[in-house]
Nanobody, 124 residues
Framework: QVQLVESGGGLVQAGGSLRLSCRAS????????MGWFRQAPGKEREFVAA????????YYADSVKGRFTISRDDAKNTVYVQMNSLKPEDTAVYYC?????????????????WGQGTQVTVSS
């Protein structure tokens, strides 16, 4: 069992930056692929970014490529997403998730554990 707790959300102006953190419980954090998803009101939960077990490979949705950077610190059981050049359309609840398998990691169905989410609001 893995428990995930996100933090770092808030209100920011367009063009600003935020860094979200997600801390995992347990001693097997390094054996999970970690992902970030987001869900805006009235929309489906969508993939944002993912990072593999070692942190050597990362993947991004086209909508955030070049603006967001995912990273992990296994010593701290934490995954981060640095979000720069934020746009109003980035407004959503952001969730981190953990997957035991390195397959289909842009799909929410690939993930076994989810955090409770943190709100990000970008004002224009």
């Amino acid at each position: 069992q893995v428990q995930l707790v996100e933090s770092g959300g808030g209100l920011v102006q367009a063009g600003g930056s935020l860094r979200l953190s997600c801390r995992a419980s347990g001693r097997t954090f390094s054996s999970y692929v970690m992902g970030w998803f987001r869900q805006a009101p009235g929309k489906e939960r969508e993939f944002v970014a993912a990072i593999n077990y070692s942190g050597g490979e990362s993947y991004y949705a086209d909508s955030v490529k070049g603006r967001f950077t995912i990273s992990r610190d296994d010593a701290k059981n934490t995954v981060y997403v640095q979000m720069n050049s934020l746009k109003p359309e980035d407004t959503a609840v952001y969730y981190c998730a953990a997957s035991r398998l390195y397959s289909g990691i842009s799909s929410k169905n690939a993930y076994d554990y989810w955090g409770q989410g943190t709100q990000v609001t970008v004002s224009s």
